[in-house]
């Protein structure tokens, strides 16, 4: 009777495993919203923490650089055979508790079930029930990744080709300041709305694909020097100095951009455990005198700008306190390059634990 009573709860165990597997599969990458996994954050924090053992010997942000670029792509790759291990576990507990003679018999089963071998004959219904079931879903959870490697590459593909753009308008790092001064020079300071309408697009893209296929934070750009995450900084700045400083028509567009892109910084925080106030107030990381060297770049530069500079001051700080301490913290996370008011002070992230987070709502 214990041997019977054992056997059902070894089977179910294995039940489980291949259940909990095959959920994390589908949250990964079927499921179209925000939904951590368990099994897949531990991949991921795992594989970074080899790589934290290669960075310490890598001294040059371009020697970080070019491990980092492998942390994401291996990281998606290490996924799917910890998955096939799962499932390989599972059913051979489900083997063992169905009567298979040992645990190497139901390995063997199980391995040749999963891999589609058919070395291991499979004598019973029972088994043959398995066996069929475990091929079946071992081809589903590797097509799962080969299929959705071209979605992952067709969302930075789009994510990179406005990052790339933007090097033509704000400079290399990017630059609020260096933005406008170009924008005068060439006579399209009336041109901004343009601006702000498509990259409050960007953001609205950017955290759909950043929370349903996280990985993508971390997909490095093709040049060294150019990051989606200091982009998005520089282009938040240019709009919170269009919005506060710059002696131009409001435009509400650019209101609407900044509203769309600390939304944006936040749900994707949200999603990696960071820590930020949903209603932001006080100091910011910007020094009142970096302001007022920006300030004075851009009045050397023949742009204009509202007379109140400490009236100014204070909206610019009103509107960068919204994605101040997000921005900094997501340039840490991803190893951004330097670039002026975002990474060049950013926070750097410890290890997240080996847990769920917490979800919190974003304003």
């Known amino acids: 009777m214990l041997e019977i009573v054992g056997r059902i709860v070894v089977f179910a165990v294995g039940v489980a495993i291949v259940a909990g597997t095959f959920l994390s599969a589908v949250r990964t990458f079927v499921l179209p919203r925000s939904a951590p996994d368990q099994l897949t954050r531990v991949i991921f924090l795992l594989v970074r923490r080899c790589f934290d053992i290669v960075l310490r010997r890598a001294p040059a ?8 670029a492998l942390y994401a792509p291996l990281a998606l ?3 799917p055979p910890v998955w096939l291990i799962c499932v390989l576990s599972g059913y051979m507990a489900m083997y063992w508790a169905i009567g298979v003679a040992s645990w190497r018999a139901a390995f063997r089963a199980s391995g040749s079930s999963l ?3 058919g070395f291991a004959p499979l004598d019973t219904l029972g088994e043959t029930m398995l066996g069929y079931s475990e091929a079946t879903l071992g081809l589903i959870l590797v097509a799962l990744l080969i299929a959705y490697l071209p979605t992952i590459y067709g969302a930075f593909q789009k994510r990179e080709t406005a990052v790339t753009l933007l090097e033509v308008r704000a400079g290399s790092p990017p630059s609020a300041v260096e933005l406008f001064l170009r924008f005068q020079r060439l006579k399209r300071m009336d041109k901004l709305n343009e601006l702000w309408t498509s990259w409050e697009i960007w953001f609205s893209e950017v955290e759909e694909s950043h929370t349903s296929l996280p990985a993508l934070a971390f997909f490095r750009s093709p040049q060294a020097d ?14 919170a100095l269009s919005a506060s400083t710059i002696d131009i028509p409001r435009d509400v567009q650019a209101d609407l951009c900044i509203r769309a892109g600390y939304l944006a910084l936040r749900r994707i925080a949200d999603f990696f455990d960071i820590a930020h106030d949903t209603n932001p107030s006080g100091t910011i990381s910007i020094s009142r005198a970096e302001f007022d060297g920006a300030c ?8 204009a700008l ?8 204070r909206d610019f700080v009103g509107w960068r306190v919204n994605y101040d301490r ?3 913290a997501l340039c840490g996370l991803t190893m951004a390059p330097w670039a002026p008011w975002s990474s060049d002070r950013s926070l750097r992230i410890g290890r997240a634990p080996l847990k769920l987070r917490n979800r919190r709502a974003a304003g």
């Not at 509202?306 to 001051?313: H, L, N």
């Open 115 to 117: 891999l589609t071998l």
């Open 61 to 68: 942000y371009e020697d970080r650089d070019r491990v980092m």
């Open 77 to 79: 790759l290490a996924m």
């Open 296 to 303: 004075s770049q851009l009045e050397a530069g023949g742009v």
């Open 326 to 328: 997000v921005l900094l």
């Open 306 to 313: 509202k007379p109140d500079r400490d009236q100014a001051w």
């Open 226 to 239: 150019h990051s989606w995450i200091t982009a998005a900084g520089a282009v938040l700045d240019a709009a």
